[in-house]
Structures are given as C-alpha cells and as structure tokens.
C-alpha cells in the first residue's frame, strides 16, 4: 500500500464509524458553510460600534466564521498551511464533539452581547451544532425490528414472572 492510499482508506472508515450518511454529511457541510458566512457578516457589523461587550462578540463571531470555515470547507482555506490538517482532525471527531463545539462557540457571542445581530448570526451555526448532534442520536430503527425486540421482551417478561397470556402458573 503506498502513503497516498492510507490516509483515503482512513477517511473511508472514519466516515463509515460515525454513521452519517453522505447526505446528511453534506447538509452538515452547507450548513457549516452558510454558518460561517452569516457569523462573518453578522460580526463585521457587530463590530460598527463603540461598545466594547459589541466589538467583543464581533470578532468572536468573525472568529467562529474562520473555524466553521476550517473545518467544513478547508478549501476555503487554502493559503494557510495547517488548513487540511486541522480539517483531516475535525474529520477524526465523533458528531457529539463537533455539537458541544460548535454550539458553545455559536453561545458565547450571545452571552456577551445579546442583540438582534449576534442572535440572527450564529443561529446557523447553532443549528450546524444542532446538526451534528442529532447525527449523534443515530440512525432510526424500523418499525419491524423494533415490534421484534417488543415482543422478545414481553417474553422474557413473562418467563422471569412466571406467567404466559396472563395466568399464573
């Protein structure tokens, strides 16, 4: 196996452990994107002000635009030299981490400034966070296998009780 094979067979099954599908990663992706966008331009204008708690939360908020842009669009990226290797380890993360990241960085603005800017701003970079998370839960199961579990527990019930279709034995 040559050094250019390894890292895309390690994409390959990281991408197949968090059990996203390659839609979903791509609405994780967008959302990011457009995250990051949002975050910048509502930033920039945060920053028009002589408030310092509002220049404070503009420039968190440009700063969490250029991290949302690393790790989910590091071509974006490509005049700085640890781009793609802060996005090959944003890959590495489970979609819990990625979450708690990505909401807590979309809050800390809001809590420093609350405001019609910071709020309408990260809320696409909360709801990549929110995303990310729900990717966490899993994928659904079928009505089939769960109405086969049901009735493999009910059964196992019944034999710990003691009791089939009601009576006592």
């Not at 910048?40 to 945060?46: C, D, F, H, L, S």
């Not at 034999?159 to 279709?165: A, F, H, P």
Request: hydrophobic fraction near 45%; charged fraction near 15%.
């Amino acid at each position: 196996m040559s050094s250019g094979e390894q890292p895309a067979a390690t994409n390959a099954s990281s991408a197949d452990d968090d059990g996203m599908s390659w839609w979903y990663r791509w609405i994780c992706k967008i959302a990011g994107v457009v995250g990051g966008i949002s975050c910048a331009i509502a930033g920039i204008w945060n920053c028009v002000t002589i408030n310092p708690l509002n220049i404070a939360a503009g420039v968190w908020m440009v700063l969490n635009a250029f991290v949302l842009f690393l790790c989910e669009a590091p071509f974006c990226c490509q005049f700085i030299e640890f781009a793609n290797a802060v996005a090959a380890r944003a890959d590495r993360l489970r979609p819990w981490q990625k979450a708690f990241f990505y909401c807590g960085m979309a809050l800390f603005p809001v809590i420093l400034s609350i405001s019609i800017t910071t709020l309408l701003g990260n809320a696409i970079a909360f709801g990549t966070g929110v995303l990310y998370g729900l990717a966490s839960l899993g994928k659904k199961g079928d009505a089939v296998s769960y109405a086969r579990l049901q009735h493999q527990k009910q059964g196992d019930e019944e034999k710990m009780t003691g009791t089939t279709d009601g009576v006592a034995q």
